[in-house]
């Protein structure tokens, strides 16, 4: 009877997981969908206005400002992890007892969520200067002639800061499901 009993609480352990891994990879994609999503808007914002006459313009570009190129790398480069860890995702559906590609990954996800974290941070400060500026170094807030590169700009933060939340569940949920197995 014992025996039954401890069965039943493996296929049920084993049930979990499986649903644990079917919500890791779903947030995985929701993931490639927002890093991507900011890197193609970030890497796409340019607006160019006229000064004084038709011939001389003021152009904004993403890559005007390191800073942004560095976020368009990280979010790229996350987003090609997450589209590479979608294989280790799908083994643990099919195979819910894996526990060292679990650990695996919840040491790459760590890493990613780190790069993402301060891509995501150094160009919402770039951003809060060009909404806000500074007086006191003499750095003018330019989204009031600039409009259309500030709006993307943060929207592209708003999917980054997004994906970031998804990392923070998915480690969670790779932890939980760990600590399961024991």
């Known amino acids: 009877m014992a025996g039954i009993i401890q069965l039943g609480e493996k296929n049920q352990k084993a049930g979990v997981n499986r649903g644990v891994a079917v919500v890791d990879f779903f947030l995985r994609i929701v993931a490639i969908i927002a890093t991507l999503a900011s890197a193609i808007s970030m890497g796409t914002t340019d607006e160019s206005l006229p000064f004084f006459t038709q011939f001389i313009r ?30 280790l995702s799908i083994s643990h559906i099919i195979r819910s007892g894996s526990r060292n590609s679990r650990v695996v990954l ?74 399961r197995r024991h």
């Not at 005007?64 to 992890?81: C, E, G, K, R």
């Open 58 to 87: 003021f152009r904004a570009q993403y890559d005007d400002l390191p800073t942004f190129t560095f976020f368009v790398v990280a979010n790229s480069i996350v987003s090609a992890y997450l589209v590479l860890s979608l294989a």
């Open 106 to 179: 919840i040491i790459f996800d760590t890493a990613m969520l780190a790069l993402l974290t301060s891509g995501a941070s150094a160009a919402a400060a770039i951003v809060y200067l060009a909404h806000k500026g500074n007086t006191k170094t003499n750095w003018f807030a330019i989204c009031q002639q600039f409009n259309s590169f500030c709006e993307r700009t943060s929207g592209s933060l708003i999917g980054s800061f997004g994906a970031m939340v998804v990392f923070i569940l998915l480690i969670l949920m790779s932890a939980v499901a760990l600590s």
